[in-house]
């Protein structure tokens, strides 16, 4: 009898045992875990390292400029993220209809990016030769080497040297602070590089591909929120209030038949607690300060190698009479052949409404990257006189600027290199070595901040279908 009811409560119990998971690090790809498995009746404990939860999205609003210190907007182009602003009571604000200017520099002024048939032919950006190629990619059946590709590799091949010079170069410097030599097309724009396979070109397959049904695809956007991007992480936050634990650094993993002790540092004092399942979404760089069973863990090393190279974001406020350039659009990005000091400018204020005092602008500007790692190590003034040059030389503003403030982000955004399948196994070995800890977080499906939303969220739905197939 005992058996008989012991049996029939194993199921429930299992459902039971899964409902005890620890989420490590607090940026947006922990905080949407907790959100989903909160939402699915799972209560999660997320420990958070720093002060405050968010990881690099972070707002701030000081003399009345409404400033990011990492992510300035946000493309949203799946329902599913939507439904998640809508529950949390997100009002969420588009861009400017501006923002369909945008700017790349050429021979040092800006041009203006093509966005329709007629002006993609009376563009200055591409050469008559370039813009036959891009027509008639479509028709071009040239085959990968057989290697992995990176970008530059693949941009080449299929749409000529001046669209990776003056397009896809710019672009990767104002998304992921990188290079397009070393970046991965299959690892870092893998829809690029799955629609060339399919269907044999990237144009023809876009088009092909737009008639296929996505029941969650929406029409992009790219939007914020009144108050900045941190509103988003603020709101999981209060969400989630009481399951966050700030100022809690994990330094070991460990693991017994069924479960997981988690040992933490909060304000000095080692504590330890129990878990079923792990989310694990630290930067790469950070899991060598986590030991696994109380022993440095060859893995983790292994996967800190991943590169991350710094970024520097500089806030700059101006009078508006003092700024010559309209500013009506999203800002300017810079190929490396221009020789210039910044990565991109974006015209923050013409974005979003209310992001600077009145007669006033918002500029933001990025510096460094993989293109100009060193020019991060330089002084607070000399970074800010080098952006100043630029600015001059783009937009023609030659006074000093009345409000300035700059982050530096020693290691800002993973890169996705050729080879980054390597990484990808070691993950996928230390998930099957360690059952019941997963990784989430940017180095996984992708570095935006909707790419990283939907990998939680899949991640949860994964466990949750898991522990159901587990109960029946
Ligand atoms: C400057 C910059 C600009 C960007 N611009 C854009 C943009 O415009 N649009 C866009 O979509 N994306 C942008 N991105 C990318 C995007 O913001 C990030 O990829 C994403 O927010 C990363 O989220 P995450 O949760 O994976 O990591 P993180 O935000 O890095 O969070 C990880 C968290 O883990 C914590 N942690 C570390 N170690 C421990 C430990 N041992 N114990 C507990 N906690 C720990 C950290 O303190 C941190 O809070 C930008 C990124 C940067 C840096």
Known sequence: MTMIIGWMLWPKLLILMAKNVAIIGGGIAGLTAAYYLKKSGITPTVFEASSQLGGVIQSDTIDGFTIE???????????????????????????????????????????????????????????????????????????????????????????????????????????????????????????????????????GGFFKNRKKQNPHKIKRRTISFPKGVAELTHALSNYLSDSTHLNTTISDISKTDNSFTLTNTQNGKMESSSFDEIICTVPTYSLKNITINGEDYPDFDELGEINYPPVISISLGYKKEHIPHSLEGFGALVPKCENMNILGVLFSSSLFNNRAPKDHSLLTVFIGGSRQPELTVLSEIERVQLAKEDLETLLGISTEPAFMHQTLWKKAIPQYHVGYGHYKSIMNMIEAKLRGFHFAGNYVNGISIQDTILSSMNLVNELNRHSSTCSE
């Open 69 to 203: 210190n990492g992510p300035n907007t946000l493309l949203l182009s799946d329902q599913r993220t939507v439904e998640m602003f809508d529950d949390l009571g997100l009002q969420f604000e588009d861009a400017s209809p501006n923002s369909k200017n945008r700017y790349v520099v050429k021979d040092k002024q800006l041009v203006a990016v093509p966005m329709s048939i007629k002006s993609f032919i009376t563009t200055s950006l591409f050469s008559w030769t370039s813009k036959f190629k891009i027509i008639t990619e479509a028709f071009r059946q040239n085959k990968p080497l057989g290697d992995e590709e990176s970008v530059s590799q693949f941009i080449i091949r299929r749409f000529g040297k001046e669209v990776l010079v003056y397009a896809v170069n710019p672009f990767i410097a104002g998304t992921y602070a990188g290079d397009p030599d070393s970046l991965s097309i299959e690892h870092s724009f893998p829809l690029l590089e799955n629609t060339e396979r399919v269907y044999g070109s990237v144009i």
